[in-house]
T-cell receptor, first 111, second 113 residues
Framework: GEDVEQSLFLSVREGDSSVINCTYT??????LYWYKQEPGAGLQLLTY???NMDMKQDQRLTVLLNKKDKHLSLRIADTQTGDSAIYFC???????????WGAGTKLIIKP | NAGVTQTPKFQVLKTGQSMTLQCAQD?????MYWYRQDPGMGLRLIYY???????DKGEVPNGYNVSRLNKREFSLRLESAAPSQTSVYFC????????????FGQGTRLTVV
């Protein structure tokens, strides 16, 4: 069945790197997404990766995709207090119009 | 750009009352979605509309109805609210499957007492 899994919490020190992990199940997904939700707000697209890519870098963000293991990760370099949020992984199966969401990882920044 | 607009932002209902959550997008998107978000459970799809004139059930449709009024608007109705429907509701839209970004409204925080 369709399922996207993430751990619920991650705590890192300010200035360190944060790595948020996700596993997904539908190998037909052409696109995999990372969304960010700040407190009291809706979700906003942070970055995405095509399934034929292994890595995508965008400033402080690095997305790694291991298609064989169906594993996706988001690395945030030099984590800042403004990065405190919930991060959602999502896949977009080619077979339907839905997005399949993980439960979200709450990133907690320690001073 | 307004993007996706949801109303109201907050609502308190008594058990058994009805209400409609409104959603409108100005991006000419084909697909629209209603989700509920509960702590530790991520986003759960209630209903979606792949295109104007069609609606389909998602993961948790019981107790809800939807109307795709036109391409812009997709409303969610609670006919007889229950405390289990206390949640934050998000509307989203996207151009179409499978490749495109979903845009979200700011959410409606609903409490049923």
């Amino acid at each position: 069945g369709e399922d996207v899994e993430q751990s619920l919490f991650l705590s890192v020190r300010e200035g360190d790197s944060s790595v948020i992990n996700c596993t997904y199940t539908d190998s037909s997904s052409t696109y995999l997404y990372w969304y960010k939700q700040e407190p009291g707000a809706g979700l906003q697209l942070l970055t995405y990766i095509f399934s034929n890519m292994d890595m995508k870098q965008d400033q402080r963000l690095t997305v790694l995709l291991n298609k064989k293991d169906k594993h996706l990760s988001l690395r945030i370099a030099d984590t800042q207090t403004g990065d405190s949020a919930i991060y959602f992984c999502a896949e977009s199966p080619d077979s339907n119009y839905q997005l399949i969401w993980g439960a979200g990882t709450k990133l907690i920044i320690k001073p | 750009n307004a993007g996706v607009t949801q109303t109201p932002k907050f609502q308190v209902l008594k058990t058994g009352q009805s209400m409609t959550l409104q959603c409108a997008q100005d991006m000419n998107h084909n697909s629209m979605y209603w989700y509920r978000q509960d702590p530790g459970m991520g986003l759960r799809l209630i209903y979606y509309s792949a295109s104007e004139g069609t609606t389909d059930k998602g993961e948790v449709p019981n107790g809800y109805n939807v109307s795709r009024l036109n391409k812009r608007e997709f409303s969610l109705r609670l006919e007889s609210a229950a405390p289990s429907q206390t949640s934050v509701y998000f509307c989203a839209s996207r151009e179409g499957a499978p490749s495109t970004e979903a845009f979200f409204g700011q959410g409606t925080r609903l409490t049923v007492v």
